[in-house]
């Protein structure tokens, strides 16, 4: 079975750094590319950045300067470094990979369960 398992989220203090991991798992062949989304209370899901297996990266413009995302391949794992963090980068920060290709087949659109990361002011 495929999973993605997010690690890392917390509380940190505005203008502090956090780090978060996430690691792909079970009979995995290749994957296309890997993201980070996330969620705040009572808002909808938005893109934070993602990465392809080639290291190519987007992130969304609120985020641009301060977080970056990365990949070891060799692992399926991919980082975000979150740096001057800002209150209202609180919310829950899933995991995401549009496609992996497994031993069975394709799995497309996986998810992680989420990890929290709260800044306080």
């Known amino acids: 079975q495929v999973q993605l398992v997010e690690s890392g989220g917390g509380l940190v203090q505005a203008g502090g750094s956090l780090g978060l991991s996430c690691v792909a798992s079970g009979s995995i062949v290749s994957i296309n590319s890997m993201g980070w989304y996330r969620q705040a209370s009572g808002k909808q899901r938005d893109l934070v950045a993602t990465?392809?297996?080639?290291?190519?990266?987007n992130y969304a413009d609120s985020v641009k300067g301060r977080f970056t995302i990365s990949i070891d391949n060799a692992k399926n794992t991919i980082y975000l470094h979150m740096n001057s963090l800002k209150p209202e980068d609180t919310a829950v920060y899933y995991c995401?990979?549009?496609?992996?290709?497994?031993?069975?087949?394709?799995?497309?659109?996986?998810w992680g369960k989420g990890t929290l990361v709260t800044v306080s002011s």
């Open positions: 995401n990979t549009d496609k992996i290709q497994t031993t069975t087949g394709f799995i497309i659109n996986l």
């Open positions: 990465i392809t297996s080639g290291g190519i990266a």
